[in-house]
């Protein structure tokens, strides 16, 4: 029975892959960051454990937990857990930007840390990331999270070259739009960070929540897909001889990784600035 480590199981990607793997026969370690999640996730039948990517104490003692009940060994961690902060580069405070870099950077890296000296004493392994179609192009009102999953994936590439050679696979999944509560999230994170009152894009702003809440009533964005399509990436990476290194899922996030490539930068610019 393959073992795999998951953060951000409370709901969306995180729930349907540890789900999904769970079927496939492997044994999941399922992780939230509040105790109420986590009693839900053992209601189900996970074995479950308390981990915020904010909190050092909390890394630290999940990942102990995981290998006592392993024996000392990790086959594979996905690192899944992370949330979205909307708003211009401008209205994003120091304290905003090092709060969305703490869970979906700092928190990721460090728990990574924790992890791959176990990969490395038994020889294999596989850390899968879980970025976005924002980790390769930018989008306005997008400055924060895409600055941090710019970070993450520039970080899993250096690690996928030193770790040449030793068993151990790096893999980034790039979602576009999925079906998950991370809008809803995002627009949480927006109204606690963002003086929309005193922003010279009230109107952009106002656009955008507006769009939110059409999303929401319509059940996702144009080109959505259920969180089902990211875990058949998952599957891949963690079971193909030869994983990718890029996984790409849904429409747009395929047609822009084309587009990042043919196009001259400013009229990348003119289209994503559209978008």
């Not at 990436?233 to 849904?250: C, D, N, Q, W």
Request: with cysteine.
């Amino acid at each position: 029975m393959k073992t795999i480590l998951i953060t951000g199981c409370s709901s969306g990607i995180g729930q349907c892959v540890a789900h999904g793997l769970r079927e496939r026969g492997y044994r999941v370690f399922a992780t939230a960051r509040k105790l109420e999640d986590v009693a839900i996730l053992q209601q189900n039948g996970f074995e479950a454990h308390l981990l915020d990517l904010d909190d050092s104490a909390s890394i630290r003692r999940a990942v102990e937990w995981t290998v006592q009940l392993t024996g000392g060994t990790l086959d594979a961690l996905f690192n899944n857990g992370a949330y979205g902060q909307p708003g211009a580069v401008e209205d994003i405070s120091r304290e905003a930007l090092r709060a969305q870099f703490e869970t979906n950077l700092f928190g990721t890296h460090e728990l990574t840390r924790l992890v791959l000296p176990i990969m490395r004493r038994q020889g294999y392994g596989r850390v899968i990331q879980n970025s976005s179609v924002l980790g390769f192009v930018a989008l306005p009102y997008r400055g924060a999270y895409v600055a941090s999953k710019f970070a993450l994936e520039g970080l899993t590439e250096t690690l996928r070259l030193e770790w040449r050679g030793t068993g151990i696979y790096f893999s980034l999944i790039e979602p576009g739009p999925i079906n998950t509560l991370f809008r809803k999230n995002a627009t949480l994170a927006f109204q606690k960070h963002v003086e929309i009152s005193t922003s010279v894009h009230q109107e952009a702003y106002r656009a955008m929540e507006a769009q939110f809440q059409q999303q929401a009533h319509q059940g996702g964005a144009r080109f959505s897909l259920p969180p089902e399509a990211v875990l058949k990436k998952v599957i891949h990476a963690l079971e193909s001889r030869r994983p990718k290194v890029r996984y790409g899922v849904t429409f747009p996030t395929h047609v822009f990784a084309i587009l990042r490539r043919l196009l001259p930068h400013r009229a990348l610019d003119h289209l994503l600035a559209m978008v």
